[in-house]
Nanobody
Framework: QVQLVESGGGLVQSGGSLRLSCAGS????????IGWFRQAPGKEREGVSC????????YYADSVKGRFAISRDNAKDTVFLQMNDLEPEDTAVYYC????????????????????WGQGTQVTVSS
């Protein structure tokens, strides 16, 4: 069974940091475009960041530029989202997603055509 598994969420104070991880279960992340999305209560899901299959290109939503960094470790077959200087507005469930059809990333940090999703991890930032 193909699964994406996120980890690393939690409760943090404003200004703090968290690192999210996305790993594949029965599914390799290497050479896949991977994106992070988030959904806050009462809001639509939005793209946060996206990384190319080779890891040489990264893209971010304007709201997280300069604070979040996406990266991948092919040896561990894992994609990370380092989140610094967190704000209460970052509170959401964060999802990783994979694109096996190689539609790629949009410049606003959105993975264009995700076809596999993780179950999500909660990030809560207190003021």
């Amino acid at each position: 069974q193909v699964q994406l598994v996120e980890s690393g969420g939690g409760l943090v104070q404003s200004g703090g940091s968290l690192r999210l991880s996305c790993a594949g279960s029965g599914f390799g992340l290497r050479n896949r475009y991977i994106g992070w999305f988030r959904q806050a209560p009462g809001k639509e899901r939005e793209g946060v960041s996206c990384i190319s299959a080779g890891g040489d290109s990264t893209y971010y939503a304007d709201s997280v530029k300069g604070r979040f960094a996406i990266s991948r470790d092919n040896a561990k077959d894992t994609v990370f989202l380092q989140m610094n200087d967190l704000e209460p507005e970052d509170t959401a469930v964060y999802y990783c997603a994979a694109d096996t059809r190689r539609y790629g990333c949009s410049g606003d940090g959105t993975l264009r055509s995700p076809n596999y999703w993780g179950q999500g991890t909660q990030v809560t930032v207190s003021s």
